[in-house]
C-alpha cells in the first residue's frame, strides 16, 4: 500500500469501494479486474463540506460543447485551446463518481489537469488522481488548462 492509498484509507475508510463491485447485485459475476476506488460525491460532502457534483446532463452538454464536430478528445482540445491556470481546488466542480486511489505514488500531481468553464462554474475534466493526490499532500491547489465555453 502506498501513501496515498494509506491516507485515504485511514482517514476516509468509510468511503473505500472496490471498482467492479460498487453497485453490483448480490450474486452478480464481476468480470472486471477490483482495485480500490474513492466515493468521490461522498469525499467531496465530507472533506469540503459541501456537494460540488454536477448532473449527469451537464457534463454531457460540455462534452457536445467542447466537441462541437472536431475530432479531438475532449481534453487535447481542452490543453491546446485553454489557457494555464493555479485553482483553489475547493473552487472545482466534478463529476467522475470513482476514483482509483492505489497507484497515487505512480501520478504526477505537478502537471497541469483539464478544467472547463461553464456557466461560471469550473469543473474537473480530467486529473482526478492528480488533484487526490495534492489533496493528500496538503496542496490546495491545481494547476490545469482552462477552457472558458
Known amino acids: 500500500m502506498n501513501k496515498y492509498q494509506e491516507f485515504y484509507e485511514s482517514n476516509f475508510p468509510n ?22 476506488v474513492l466515493l468521490m460525491e461522498e469525499f467531496c460532502i465530507q472533506y469540503f463540506g459541501k456537494d460540488l457534483f454536477i448532473s449527469e446532463e451537464t457534463i454531457q452538454n460540455i462534452n457536445d460543447a467542447i466537441k462541437n464536430e472536431r475530432s479531438e478528445s475532449p481534453e487535447e482540445i481542452i490543453n491546446k485551446e485553454g489557457y494555464l491556470v493555479r485553482m483553489p481546488i475547493s473552487n472545482l466542480k466534478f463529476y467522475q463518481h470513482e476514483v482509483g486511489i492505489e497507484k497515487l505514488n505512480e501520478i504526477d500531481g505537478n502537471s497541469p ?23 493528500a499532500d496538503g496542496v490546495g491547489e491545481v494547476s490545469g488548462f482552462l477552457l472558458d465555453l
Open 113 to 135: 489537469v483539464s478544467l472547463v468553464k461553464y456557466k461560471n462554474e469550473i469543473i474537473l475534466m480530467n486529473g482526478y488522481h492528480r488533484l487526490l493526490k495534492n489533496i
Open 15 to 36: 468511503l473505500i469501494g472496490n471498482h467492479g463491485e460498487i453497485g453490483m447485485p448480490e450474486g452478480a459475476v464481476n468480470f472486471c479486474e477490483a482495485y480500490k
